[in-house]
């Protein structure tokens, strides 16, 4: 080891965080963990020069999230030249508001004795409460512009930095109209009891936040509507009586609180408000994660199941054999296969993103084929002539193969272009392959859900492998206006 890699230290190791609460004679520590990412702080190599034995404290009162920041460590670098320590605390004064930077003796003091700690509740309108494992949990709800939500969300959003790969900050600076259109779900526990009469019952587990975007419905009538208006308008518009698609921005459960479906019952709560918005008319998610992905077809996919959608669904097997000979020109339109105005119909109508709701139509119509004909080693094999087969599953296969294959070409149709004809048919092949894998890992997994009583699942990190693009942020809303940050999602 050289000298400078004594004095490097692992970010991710160096920084643990906790949640804490006021106890008799100290604050207790409820939960302690550590970040999963700091290269958005601390470089792509996530390492912090210039200490030995380093510790970064960041704590957060349970309830209020009030911040405290402790840098320890046993030996700093004493600067050469130009080569100096990080500074720690200068480094983090981007990412944390300046009450972090007080004393722990303050911050002590401060949840030792806030009085009102006790009578506390989460700003906003409480949504939904539920019971999970003997805890009592409760999804709360407010707008940005709430000046208690937003001093919460300033406070604990650097924690999307730490636990969501690429997810940014919100601009809390923005204008308020902007604001406006930022709503947030905050998932508290709310303790049965507390060893102190200034400890609050209510311990954060995570939050999500969602954005409206304004759009535009054009009509259709049989004659032309003619009306007066004056600019500006006599009463202020509110932006909630205007028909909006529903951005599901950043999603965050706390590490202590994996695996125990907490995910599930937050985005549920999200998804019955939404459709219960009659000015919402999509729900989208910006640049989901795997895990995100995940989640959110554990919860769609039984709720189109259960209330009937999923049951309308079918695929149509009696083709014309002429159109699924391997000859070129000849093709099977999706309007044979599908009935495409009753599917867009039902879309619509739950208010699901077009890329969202084919993977459900696909996923549904796979299940509905025998295990043994969509889970052979050499499909490709099995399916030659198999549209003129006898056997209904080798047929449903056959079809159900060119339904995808037809949905990833349109999607990546001007990258497959660029190649030769034999290999854009093999790589569009393949990422057929990989995607019939992964609906039978998600049918498998749902249904080890349903006998574990829908308890949460954990997927290991790491990226899929897919040929061609099939995993886009399903928002393709453009807008002028507003400081609007890219975010990730993800259900942890």
């Keep these: 080891m050289d000298e400078q890699d004594a004095w490097s230290t692992d970010a991710n190791e160096a920084i643990e965080i906790s949640i804490v609460q006021a106890a008799p004679s100290s604050p207790k520590t409820l939960s302690t963990f550590h970040p999963e990412f700091t ?7 996530e390492r912090i020069f210039g200490y030995q034995g380093l510790r970064i404290n960041l704590r957060f009162s349970a309830h209020l999230l009030r911040p405290n920041l402790e840098v320890l460590y046993e030996k700093k670098f004493k600067a050469v030249g130009d080569t100096k320590a990080t500074d720690i605390e200068q480094t983090l004064k981007e990412w944390t508001p300046e009450v972090a930077f007080e004393k722990i003796s ?14 506390w509740r989460p700003p906003g309108q409480l949504l939904e409460g539920y019971a999970s494992n003997g805890r009592s949990l409760e999804i709360w709800y407010g707008e940005l512009t709430d000046p208690a939500v937003q001093k919460i969300i300033e406070r604990i959003q650097i924690l999307i930095s730490l636990f ?57 009538p049989s004659k032309p509507v003619i009306s007066d208006f004056t600019l500006p308008p006599s009463k202020p518009l509110a ?23 907490h995910g599930t019952h937050l985005y549920n709560a999200m998804i019955k408000t939404f ?61 044979k296969l599908l ?17 969202q709701f084919a993977r459900l139509v696909e996923m549904h119509l796979y299940s509905k084929i025998a295990p043994h004909v969509r889970q052979a080693v050499n499909p490709d094999a099995r399916l030659t002539q198999k549209g003129r087969s ?78 061609v693009d099939d995993d886009d942020d399903d928002d393709e809303d453009i807008e002028m206006g507003g400081n609007q940050k890219r975010m990730r999602s993800e259900p942890l």
Aim: net charge neutral; aromatic share 10%.
């Design 39 to 45: 290269y958005p702080i601390f470089g792509e190599q």
């Design 164 to 220: 969501i790969e690429g997810g940014t900050p919100l601009n809390l600076d923005d204008q308020d109209w902007t604001l406006a259109r930022w709503h947030v779900y905050f998932l508290y526990e709310k303790l049965s009891a507390t060893s102190s009469p200034n400890a609050s019952p209510y311990s954060i587990v995570g939050y999500s936040t969602s954005y409206r975007f304004v759009t535009y419905l054009p009509r259709h």
């Design 239 to 261: 932006l909630s009586s205007l028909p909006a698609r529903t951005r599901i921005s950043q999603f965050l459960i706390l590490p202590p609180y994996h695996g125990q479906g």
């Design 106 to 119: 303050v911050f002590n003091a401060h949840i030792q004795d806030d009085g009102t700690a006790n009578d």
């Design 339 to 355: 009935q495409t105005k009753k599917l867009e119909a039902l879309r619509i109508e739950h208010k699901i993103a077009p890329r």
């Design 390 to 467: 006898s056997n209904p599953d080798d047929k449903a296969f056959f079809y159900w193969r060119l339904l995808v294959k037809q949905r990833i070409y349109k999607k990546n149709k001007d990258v497959l272009m660029q190649l030769d004809r034999q290999e854009r048919g093999e790589k569009v092949n393949e990422a057929v392959g990989e995607q019939a894998g992964d609906y039978e890992r998600l049918l498998r997994k749902m249904e080890e859900r349903k006998e574990k009583g829908g308890s949460e699942w954990k997927r290991e990190r790491g990226k899929r492998k897919t040929i």
């Design 275 to 335: 459709l219960a918005d009659p000015n919402c008319i999509e729900i989208t998610v910006e640049d989901p994660s795997e895990q995100f992905d995940d989640l959110r077809d554990f919860c769609d996919y039984p709720r189109l199941l259960n209330n009937g959608v999923l049951g309308r669904v079918e695929l149509n097997t009696d083709i014309d054999p002429k159109l699924s000979q391997r000859r070129p020109g000849i093709r099977v339109p999706t309007s």
